[in-house]
C-alpha cells in the first residue's frame, strides 16, 4: 500500500466532509449534487494514482455513504444525536479506508503525473506523506471538532439555554428579549470560530511540543470570560465545551507525533 496514496485519499474526502460540506451549505443540497462535489474532490488529491480501481472504489464509498445517511436520518434523527450520528459515521469511515488501504495494494504512481510531481512538487515539498498527514488533521479538528463539541452539548439543552441567557445579560445589563433566537444564533456562531481558532492553536502547540502554550491559550480564554463565569450555568457550560475542544486538539496532535 503506498501511504501517500491513502493519505490523499483520505486528504480528498476530508476537505469535502469537514469542509466543502458544510461551510459552502452543501448539506441543504440533494445527495448527487453533494457526492458529485466529493468525488471530484478526492480524484484531485489522487490523481497522481488515478486508476479505474480508484475511479470504482470512490463510487462504491459514495453509495455505501448513501446508505448509511438513509440509515442513520431514520434510526437517529434530530439534533440530540448529533453526537452518536459522528461517532458511527466516522467509526465506519475508519473501516472503509483501513479496507481501503488493505485492497489496493499494488498501486503505482501514474507515469506522466509522477513526472510533473518530482519537477515540480518534491523539489519544494521532501517529506509528502507527513504534510498530508498534518494537513487532514487541521481540517479534522476545524470542522469535526465543532461536530463533536456541538453533539456534546446539544446533550444539555437546559444548560445551554441558561448559558446563553447569562451572556446576553452580561453583554446588556438584562435579560434581552427582543430577539432571542437570534442574539443565541450569534452567540453560538461566535463560540463556534473562537472554538476552530483554540483548537488550530493548540494543535499547533502540541504538535511542536509547546505544552505550556497550550494551557497560556486557555488561560487567556478564561480571562476574556472571566465575568460570564461568575454565572453558574455559563461556567458550567465554558467549561464543558472548552474541555471538549481543548481535548479532541491535544488528542490529534498526541496521535499525530506517535504515528510519526
Not at 221 to 244: C, H, P, Q, V
Request: with cysteine.
Amino acid at each position: 500500500m503506498s501511504l501517500e496514496f491513502i493519505l490523499s485519499y483520505i486528504l480528498g474526502f476530508f476537505l469535502y466532509e469537514y469542509l466543502l460540506k458544510r461551510y459552502f451549505s452543501l448539506l441543504e443540497k440533494k445527495y448527487f449534487i453533494r457526492a458529485i462535489i466529493a468525488f471530484v474532490s478526492i480524484s484531485i488529491f489522487t490523481l497522481k494514482y488515478y486508476s479505474w480501481i480508484v475511479f470504482f472504489s470512490i463510487l462504491i464509498i459514495l453509495i455505501v455513504l448513501y446508505i448509511l445517511e438513509r440509515v442513520l436520518a431514520k434510526i437517529l434523527s434530530g439534533e440530540k444525536f448529533l453526537l452518536e450520528k459522528f461517532i458511527v459515521r466516522t467509526t465506519i469511515l475508519i473501516v472503509i479506508f483501513i479496507m481501503l488501504g488493505s485492497i489496493i495494494t499494488d498501486i503505482e504512481p501514474n507515469r506522466w503525473f509522477d513526472i510533473i510531481w518530482n519537477k515540480v512538487i518534491d523539489k519544494h515539498i521532501k517529506d509528502s506523506p507527513k504534510i498530508l498527514l498534518y494537513a487532514i488533521c487541521y481540517i479534522f479538528v476545524i470542522d469535526g471538532g465543532t461536530v463533536i463539541v456541538k453533539g456534546m452539548l446539544k446533550k444539555f439543552p437546559m444548560l445551554t439555554q441558561k448559558a446563553m441567557d447569562a451572556i446576553s445579560r452580561s453583554a446588556n445589563g438584562k435579560r434581552r428579549r427582543e430577539k432571542p433566537v437570534t442574539v443565541r444564533s450569534e452567540q453560538e456562531n461566535s463560540g463556534e470560530i473562537i472554538g476552530i481558532i483554540e483548537r488550530i492553536l493548540i494543535l499547533t502547540f502540541v504538535l511542536v511540543g509547546s505544552y505550556e502554550a497550550v494551557a497560556f491559550s486557555v488561560a487567556a480564554k478564561s480571562i476574556a470570560r472571566f465575568n460570564e463565569l461568575d454565572d453558574k450555568y455559563f461556567a458550567e457550560y465554558y467549561l464543558l465545551g472548552t474541555s471538549m475542544s481543548v481535548g479532541i486538539a491535544v488528542s490529534v496532535g498526541v496521535l499525530v507525533k506517535q504515528l510519526i
